[in-house]
Structures are given as C-alpha cells and as structure tokens.
C-alpha cells in the first residue's frame, strides 16, 4: 500500500530532486504538492513547483497549493547556492499557471480527505504547516506523521553560526509545530551534513540522453560549482532528499525522542532547535530526533529511485 504524503517545499534543486524521485515512487502517493517560501522568494518556488510538475507529467496529479511570503520574511536565502530562479538557470516552461490554491487550505483539505493516513513531508521552513494547523485546530489529530527537514542540535548551523535555515527562515512557524501533538521527526544537519553527493556520484545519475537526466545534471552541475565557491566543499548537501528516504524508509534511521525548543529571538541565537538532554529536562519530549542513517542504502535508494524516474 503506497504511503501517502504531502510534500512541501522550496525549490530549489535539492527539493526539486526529491519531486522527480517521489513523483515516479510506486511506494508513495504524493497527495498534494505545496510550494513554501525559503530558498527563494515564495513566488518564485510556486513557480519552480508548478514548472517541475508540468516538465515531470507524473500519473497521478496532485493538488498544488501555493504558499505565500512568511509574516516576517527572512533577511537571508539560499540563492547564492540555487541561483536566482531557485533552479541554476535551468529554465522550465511554465506552460499553464494551473489553478492553484493557498497552500493551507491544501494541506488542511487533503489530510481530511484521509485522516489519520496521510504524512506531511517538510522541506522547506514551516510557514505553510503552522497556517494550516491556525486555521484548522482539529488538524493535527488526523495528520498521520510530520517529518522535518531541518534544525541543528549539534549547535552547528548552516546559515547562521547555530541555526540551520528552515527554521530560521520562520522561527514562530517552527514554534508552533514543534508544539504540535501529532508524530513528528526531525531530520537535522547532524545528519544530513553527514554525507555529500560528490561529482563522481553524477556517473550514476541517469544518463543526459534521458531527458529527466539531462535536467538533474543541469541542476546539479552548478550546484556543486556554488558549493565548492561558496563554502571549498568538493560535494553538496542533500538534506531534503535524506529526508525523504527517512520518511520512506523510517527503519534506515536511529532516532531518539527529546525535548526540542525553538529559539525565536537573540541576534546571535535565532532560529536554534535546542534539546533538553538533562536527566530530568524541562520541557516535554515532543520530537523523535535522527540521530543516524544508513547512508549507503539512501544513496543507493536516491541513484535507483532518480534512475527509475528517468526511465519509467
Ligand atoms: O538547511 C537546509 C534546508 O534549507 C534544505 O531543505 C534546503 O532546501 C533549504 O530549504
Ligand atoms: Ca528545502
């Protein structure tokens, strides 16, 4: 029985590879597709969501909800990484901007539609999940599983000394669904930044004679550039799509569940995801942690996966 998720995001190519992937999985159903501010403007990932999904055509459609700019837009992205486009310049159609509605009320209206069985993949920062759950209280009860992309509990950000950029991009947003009462798993740097896609690791990519390998070199090509410029990495990160694989394949991941918080404020602090690990903590346990993957097997899920993709 495929699992049914939500995925939502902020293309980007890390996000925009975990769409190729998922859209061609027989072991998923992705219900519904929003798009949320982060790694660019909230109008530029709706139009990258709307554009992957025309260039990828997948079989079943999702509903595609578009979120609009958090209440306090961050003052940092990650253009400097995805370009201004969110895309490396690969330049999609958009043929038909499809009637989309807010993201919100598509999450909201496709976890009803299925209470209690549908997952909330989060790969962006969390605006779109904290409105859902404002405007519909009982959400949260029928919501099957939410895992997030994001935080840091080593103390180590990513886009600022110790906040990793989905929650710092919409710390209130994070406060509010770390709060949440249904499952949840975070998925933080400590283990997404413990393994990088290198540029041998494109030999394994589907071939640029398929027309889905040729966007993913086209996309991942001046990634690699943008990190090797931007912070001398000879690989990239791939948080969303280890994220992914968690969801999908919750048995390649240790968690432990811990008292996680939210820091909102402090000019230095913003954005941490700090856990209570004393004996006797002082918040509530409220969120499995990744602690360790299986990093061998998402790696190989990820090449089989984008290879099945390109291929079907
Ligand atoms: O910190 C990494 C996360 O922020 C990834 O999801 C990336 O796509 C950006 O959204
Ligand atoms: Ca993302």
């Known amino acids: 029985m495929p699992k049914k998720i939500i995925l939502d995001m902020d293309p980007g190519i890390v996000d925009a590879m975990v769409l190729c ?3 061609f999985d027989p072991t998923v159903e992705i219900v519904a597709l929003t798009s949320v501010g982060g790694n660019v403007p909230a109008e530029t990932s709706a139009k990258n969501l709307q554009a992957l999904v025309e260039f990828l055509d997948p079989p079943r459609l999702p509903r595609l909800g578009i979120g609009s700019p958090p209440d306090e837009p961050p003052s940092l992205d ?3 990484i995805h370009g201004t486009d969110g895309l490396c310049g690969v330049d999609l159609p958009v043929a038909s901007r499809r009637s989309a509605h807010p993201a919100e009320k598509v999450i909201s209206d496709a976890v009803r539609n299925d209470p209690e069985n549908v997952m909330l993949l989060c790969l962006g920062p969390l605006t779109n999940v904290a409105r859902a759950v404002i405007r519909d209280p009982q959400l ?7 895992y997030i992309a994001g935080g840091a509990l080593n103390g180590r950000g990513n ?5 990793e950029f989905n929650i710092y991009a919409d710390v209130h947003a994070a406060k509010t669904v770390f709060r949440l009462p249904c499952t949840k798993t975070l998925v933080p740097l400590d283990v997404t930044e413990s393994m990088e896609l290198l540029p041998n690791h494109l030999e394994n990519f589907p071939s640029e004679e398929t027309r889905l390998g040729k966007l993913l070199h086209h996309l991942v090509r001046p990634a690699l550039h943008n990190y090797r410029q931007c912070y001398g990495l000879e690989g990239m990160h791939v948080h969303d799509l280890i994220a992914y694989m968690v969801a999908v394949h919750p048995s390649w991941a240790t968690t432990e569940e811990l008292p996680v918080q939210i820091e909102t ?12 690990r004393r004996s006797i903590p002082e918040f509530p346990r409220n969120i499995e942690v990744v602690t360790k993957i299986k990093k061998k097997a998402v790696l190989q ?12």
């Open 159 to 163: 886009i600022t000394p110790c906040a």
């Open 78 to 80: 990650y253009r400097h």
């Open 140 to 146: 949260p009860k029928m919501i099957r599983h939410i």
């Open 21 to 23: 992937l998922a859209a």
């Open 301 to 312: 899920a990820i090449f089989q996966g984008l290879d099945r993709s390109a291929n079907r």
């Open 265 to 276: 404020s402090g000019y230095l602090t913003r954005g941490m995801t700090i856990a209570d």
